[in-house]
């Protein structure tokens, strides 16, 4: 299995309070992603990054930051948790070229 | 937004062939076509993936229609574990290499 991990799995906070998740990978790869999946719905992404300090915003990303200061972490952070927020949170990871992606297990958040 | 259009679910017999189609009719010459897929609430697991030739691995087959507008991704002999959300996806190349998600096809393989 490729080397990515998301921490927590879990966690359950409160509106308007800040929140980060952490994707961490030990495959040296340059892109890396985060994207949520709410219930009816495919993965939509919401921030990606193509290299340390170089992000970009998906389709979804009001709302949420991310930084990237280092290749093996990317971190997204909720700046004032809504309940909208709630939802299950995965990372993945990519190399250069046309390879494919790994994905984490998910991270379920849920905002009460 | 997603490039891509499949059909929201499917069933297909254990041991059969599951064909699975996808239209990307705005492909452009230098994107792939992509699969991967979700089973209950895992993280996507990735399938195959292709340009312009057909591919095939341990896992599935991957017909790309000669104009590369619609594509069709092949189990060979479905079995129960492979019930599961499958998602086509033409992937942007170049610096920022996205992975846009549309909303896949639940196939449900039946006993």
């Known amino acids: 299995d490729a080397g990515i991990t998301q921490s927590p799995r879990h966690k359950v906070t409160e509106t308007g309070t800040p929140v980060t998740l952490r994707c961490h990978q030990t495959?040296?790869?340059?892109?890396m992603y985060w994207y949520r999946q709410d219930p009816g719905h495919g993965l939509r992404l919401i921030h990606y990054s193509y290299g340390v300090k170089d992000t970009d915003k998906g389709e979804v990303s009001d709302g949420y930051s991310v930084s990237r200061s280092k290749t093996e972490d990317f971190l997204l952070t909720l700046e004032s948790a809504t309940s909208s927020q709630t939802s299950v949170y995965f990372c993945?990871?990519?190399?250069?070229?046309?390879?494919?992606?790994?994905f984490g297990q998910g991270t379920r958040l849920t905002v009460v | 937004d997603a490039k891509t259009t499949q059909p929201p679910s499917m069933d297909c017999a254990e041991g059969r062939a599951a064909n699975l189609p996808c239209n990307h009719s705005?492909?452009?010459?230098?994107?792939?076509v992509y699969w991967y897929r979700q089973i209950h609430s895992q993280g996507p697991q990735y399938i195959i993936h292709?340009?312009?030739n057909n591919e095939t691995n341990e896992m599935a087959s991957l017909i790309i229609t000669e104009d590369r507008k619609s594509s069709t991704l092949i189990l060979p002999h479905a079995t129960l574990r492979d019930t599961a959300v499958y998602y086509c996806?033409?992937?942007?190349?170049?610096?920022?290499?996205?992975?846009?998600f549309g909303t896949g096809t639940l196939l449900a393989v039946q006993p």
């Open positions: 996806i033409v992937q942007e190349g170049g610096a920022t290499n996205k992975l846009i």
């Open positions: 993945a990871i990519s190399g250069t070229g046309y390879t494919e992606a790994f």
């Open positions: 292709g340009l312009k």
């Open positions: 705005t492909i452009s010459g230098n994107e792939y």
């Open positions: 495959e040296n790869h340059r892109y």
